[in-house]
T-cell receptor, first 111, second 114 residues
């Protein structure tokens, strides 16, 4: 079992729709969770972080964390073609520094 | 201020040669991370520095890989006797501190071993 798992996609949604990206992790002691966006040929950049159970909203983005289910998700509302990228889920596990990234989900937003 | 910088941006080398990759973190960031990303894959954690110390070196793929950080700033990742499977993008990131802090990534070094 991979430590951080994501559906590789591609996930294709029409412009204006909600894109839902999911991630599960194996280390139950994990405390910090991040979503990064990576455009092709570029470095990852942070979209959101979440530490507590529940929802966290920032503009069109909402991160959801359920530690009991070891599940974190990212919702993108009103998806735009510029949102087309690979979204990486990252988890800092027990110990507090080793960051494990998922393989990423490719998102395509069709105009 | 300046972001994370890495050099060289691209490196082509022959199998068996040694290479040295450099990372300049954001000024004041105490934590520094090295990752490797193969084509179409996620990021593979290599090593983490807090100051000049590396608490966890377990991510280094083999004893051909080593890294150091001096003065709590610049870090170098050295790959000895390179192999074709070492070809990847090597990314460096820094954060204000360990743990919860956001990591800021450099542009990466694209390594190709022929």
């Amino acid at each position: 079992q991979k430590e951080v798992e994501q559906n590789s996609g591609p996930l294709s949604v029409p412009e204006g729709a909600i894109a839902s990206l999911n991630c599960t992790y194996s280390d139950r002691g994990s405390q910090s969770f991040f979503w990064y966006r990576q455009y092709s040929g570029k470095s990852p950049e942070l979209i959101m972080f979440i530490y507590s159970n529940g929802d966290k909203e920032d503009g069109r983005f909402t991160a959801q964390l359920n530690k009991a289910s070891q599940y974190v998700s990212l919702l993108i509302r009103d998806s735009q073609p510029s949102d087309s990228a690979t979204y990486l889920c990252a988890v800092i596990g027990t110990g507090g520094f080793k960051t494990i990234f998922g393989a990423g989900t490719r998102l395509f937003v069709k105009a | 201020g300046a972001g994370v910088s890495q050099s060289p941006s691209n490196k082509v080398t022959e199998k068996g040669k040694d290479v040295e990759l450099r990372c300049d973190p954001i000024s004041g960031h105490t934590a520094l991370y090295w990752y490797r990303q193969s084509l179409g894959q996620g990021l593979e954690f290599l090593i983490y520095f807090q100051g000049n110390s590396a608490p966890d070196k377990s991510g280094l793929p083999s004893d051909r890989f080593s890294a150091e950080r001096t003065g709590g700033s610049v870090s170098t990742l050295t790959i000895q006797r390179t192999q074709q499977e070492d070809s990847a993008v090597y990314l460096c990131a820094s954060s204000l501190d360990q743990g919860k802090e956001t990591q800021y990534f450099g542009p990466g070094t694209r390594l190709l071993v022929l």
